[in-house]
DNA sequence: ATGCCTGCTTGCAGCAGA
């Protein structure tokens, strides 16, 4: 089985991307992130075309998460995550894939600039899903965390960390964020495969920066423990960076034995 | 320190992204 992430930036304006890495690609499970479309600009058709049923909760403009399944439609169980009821972004939806396992798309705050209130938002967002991912991890089933966390976990997931250390996506506090959340227990599946490798999911759209590999590692999969001695491979479509009108983020993906 | 690009908007300049 294998289940990707990719913020698409605009599925609308992406959609000739996502639906030629789609093909090539052919994931069971996708999460997306950064529809920037209300619901009812969702592109429906071209995604039950491609072969996929799907669950999203778009936003104007902004944010918007989507889960794609070939496994049959995801069973809801969540949009939005809990904890500030006036907490209006599009950034949270949970479903439950094939009576099997839990999967969360997260679409984690920027936080930029820093300091600011962006950033203050970015840090309750973080208490918040940790509070949730608590409750999760204690109903003891499968269960895993996928997206777009907008977070460098460590100084090997930066191109440049020097020059990032006052920027949301970096700050200590953020990080700090990401490893209260990972000891509650959660497997970082790439760094799982990959402890030492420079591995990015990002690249900006100026200063060259996908020329230059000039990188960050912010899309990630948090695993339970319920899928250790499952995981077989694990990488970034880094070409799909490389294509026209693409995204700025490359699709992630897993693959996971089937049980 | 800022902008670099890019998508989105009851748009045409400003915001957000990272």
Known sequence: MKIATYNINGVNGRLPVLLRWLKEAAPDIVCLQ???????????????????????HGQKSWNGVAILSKLGRPLEVRRGLPGDATD???????????????????????????????????????????????????????????????????????????SWVNNALFRIEAREAFERLMKLGWTDAIRELYPKERIYTFWEYFRRAFQRN?????????????FRGRLLSAGVDVKVRGWEKTSDHAPVWIELEDK
């Open 214 to 226: 000039a990188g960050l590692r912010i899309d990630h999969f948090l695993l339970s423990k319920h």
């Open 34 to 56: 950064e529809l920037k479309a209300p619901d009812d600009r969702f592109p429906l058709k071209a995604i039950n075309d491609a072969g996929y049923e799907v669950i999203w």
């Open 88 to 162: 209006m972004h599009s950034r949270y939806l949970e479903a439950i894939i094939a009576n099997r396992f839990v999967i969360a798309c997260i679409y984690l705050p920027n936080g930029n600039p820093w300091p600011g209130p962006k950033f203050d938002y970015k840090l309750a967002w973080f208490k918040r899903l940790t509070k949730h991912a608590k409750a999760l991890l204690a109903h003891d089933v499968p269960v895993m965390l996928v997206g777009d966390f907008n977070v460098m976990p460590t100084e090997l997931d930066v191109y440049k960390p020097e």
